[in-house]
T-cell receptor, first 113, second 115 residues
Framework: AQSVTQPDIHITVSEGASLELRCNYS??????LFWYVQSPGQGLQLLLK??????LVQGIKGFEAEFKRSQSSFNLRKPSVHWSDAAEYFC???????????FGKGTMLLVSP | GAGVSQSPSNKVTEKGKDVELRCDPI?????LYWYRQSLGQGLEFLIY????????KSGLPSDRFSAERTGGSVSTLTIQRTQQEDSAVYLC?????????????FGSGTRLTVV
């Protein structure tokens, strides 16, 4: 069965500093990987996705993520964090084909001035 | 519609009452998913619809939970005899087809509080 681990429950980053949110997945074949963001009281918004090709994917709002098969990781990065990036971030995995996405427990990002 | 619409946005109910939560997916999206989001637990899959049928209802936590979808569009999640542990945000998502590559579009959720 597929699973996702987000090891950090909370992360605090200073505004303007770089950000990396960790995601590790468990799945035997090539996974389909996603990052979603959830602002308070809102649903989840898709930031980016990977299912084939270039292992470095670009998303919205200046985010990027890199798929590393050898480490079973799909970490989310942003070079310079803005206060509006404060939210909860979810990593999700699906398998190749027709499946339901499995989500991690989320990482809450706090941005300090 | 332009997005996934869920109603009500908030629901407070007494323990033991039945509740109905509604999801109106994006027009033309054939796949519809229900998830539950509890504090500190991430998103828990409940049920998946393809058209009006539910090929995967493996995530429904008990027989108090049921869901239906009519006309390949609106879906209703019903919780009977609500318990305090049912308190959570219930999220609905839809996608054009059941192809993982597309990802999902989520609604804003229904926050259910059982008192």
């Amino acid at each position: 069965a597929q699973s996702v681990t987000q090891p950090d429950i909370h992360i605090t980053v200073s505004e303007g500093a770089s950000l990396e949110l960790r995601c590790n997945y468990s799945y035997g074949a090539t996974p389909y990987l996603f990052w979603y963001v959830q602002s308070p009281g809102q649903g989840l918004q898709l930031l980016l996705k990977y299912f084939s090709g270039d292992t470095l994917v670009q998303g919205i709002k200046g985010f990027e993520a890199e798929f590393k098969r050898s480490q079973s990781s799909f970490n989310l990065r942003k070079p310079s964090v803005h206060w509006s990036d404060a939210a909860e971030y979810f990593c999700a995995v699906g398998n190749s084909g027709y499946s339901t996405l499995t989500f991690g427990k989320g990482t809450m990002l706090l941005v300090s001035p | 519609g332009a997005g996934v619409s869920q109603s009500p946005s908030n629901k407070v109910t007494e323990k033991g009452k039945d509740v109905e939560l509604r999801c109106d997916p994006i027009s033309g999206h054939t796949a519809l998913y229900w998830y539950r989001q509890s504090l500190g637990q991430g998103l828990e899959f409940l049920i998946y619809f393809q058209g009006n049928s539910a090929p995967d209802k493996s995530g429904l936590p008990s027989d108090r939970f049921s869901a239906e979808r009519t006309g390949g569009s609106v879906s209703t999640l019903t919780i009977q005899r609500t318990q305090q542990e049912d308190s959570a945000v219930y999220l609905c998502a839809s996608s054009y087809v059941r192809d993982t590559r597309y990802g999902y579009t989520f609604g804003s959720g229904t926050r259910l509080t059982v008192v």
